[in-house]
């Protein structure tokens, strides 16, 4: 059955790393540590991408840019999501909007959520208003409140575009 209306979501975390550039939802942020990952680790676009690869039951964003691959290495995850927007847009559907979270101790980002709201919205073609970002620790609790790392979740709802 093809539905006009899907959902995804997605997960992702990376380990705190010296030497980095702290990346989040595509705005370079002031800290003395970065993520490590193949590519700039930015955990939020990579649960992003997950989400929109979910909601069309396309595999995950490991599948589709793997880590063994070279030409993603040091990738702005930026482009990643545009690809994996295009992919959305060649299956018939649109974002329609999008929730997610960030959990990590430092720093602090609640001042820089509307630089990634406005990246977010411009790369999938949506209002700024449509893209729900939010910021939590985890009181102090397990990797990310030793502040290790850092995850990030995120749930999308894609629809069918109208013939």
């Known amino acids: 059955m093809n539905f006009p209306f899907r959902i995804g979501s997605g997960y992702d975390v990376h380990q705190f790393a010296a030497g980095r550039k702290l990346i989040l939802g595509g705005v370079e942020i002031p800290h003395s540590k970065g993520f490590d990952g193949h590519s700039d680790a930015d955990i939020l676009l990579h ?6 690869l979910g909601a069309l039951a396309l595999g995950d964003i490991g599948k589709h840019f793997p880590n063994t691959d070279e030409s993603y290495k040091n990738i702005d995850s930026k482009i990643l999501l545009k690809k994996v927007h295009e992919l959305v847009n060649s299956h018939g559907y649109h974002v329609g909007n999008l929730d997610a979270t960030i959990v990590m101790e430092a720093p602090k980002i609640a001042s820089y959520i509307p630089q990634i709201q406005k990246v977010i919205s411009e790369i999938l073609s949506i209002n700024m208003q449509d893209v729900s970002i939010k910021a939590t620790t985890s009181e102090r609790m397990g ?5 290790e790392g850092a995850e ?12």
Request: proline share 0%; net charge neutral.
């Open 143 to 147: 990797f990310v409140g030793r502040e």
């Open 152 to 163: 990030a979740y995120a749930t999308v709802l894609i629809y069918k575009k109208e013939n």
């Open 47 to 52: 649960a992003l991408c997950d989400a929109l």
